[in-house]
């Protein structure tokens, strides 16, 4: 089992910046990918960021790129999510999750964190 815990959310204004971290613990060496997804109220959860833990090598969605950075610490077993030039649309509750492919299709992570909000107010 990998248990992850989302942190740093909070509100702040349109073109504000937040950092997320996702520490991770357990069983981390038997996944091989981590990720970003967020929801937002009356929305499907979709994906924005994906790092291959052993690699690093990192996937966007494309319409965030730019503005929302993936990284990791492996010694820290941390991953964070760099956002800035925040807009009310990333209004969303952003979650961790860790799985063993980096694909976008989010069946194939198991383990998920419990959430953290970010509100962007105009």
């Known amino acids: 089992q990998v248990q992850l815990v989302e942190s740093g959310g909070g509100s702040v204004q349109a073109g504000g910046s937040l950092r997320l971290a996702c520490a991770a613990s357990?069983?981390?060496?038997?996944?091989?990918?981590m990720g970003w997804f967020r929801q937002a109220p009356g929305k499907e959860r979709e994906g924005i960021a994906l790092i291959n833990t052993h690699t690093g090598n990192t996937y966007y969605d494309e319409s965030l790129r730019g503005r929302f950075t993936i990284s990791q610490d492996n010694e820290k077993n941390t991953m964070y999510l760099q956002m800035i030039s925040l807009k009310p649309d990333d209004t969303a509750k952003y979650y961790c999750?860790?799985?063993?492919?980096?694909?976008?299709?989010?069946?194939?992570?198991?383990?998920w964190g419990q959430g953290t909000q970010v509100t962007v107010s105009s």
């Open positions: 357990g069983a981390t060496n038997s996944t091989n990918c």
């Open positions: 999750a860790a799985g063993s492919r980096c694909v976008w299709w989010q069946g194939l992570f198991p383990y």
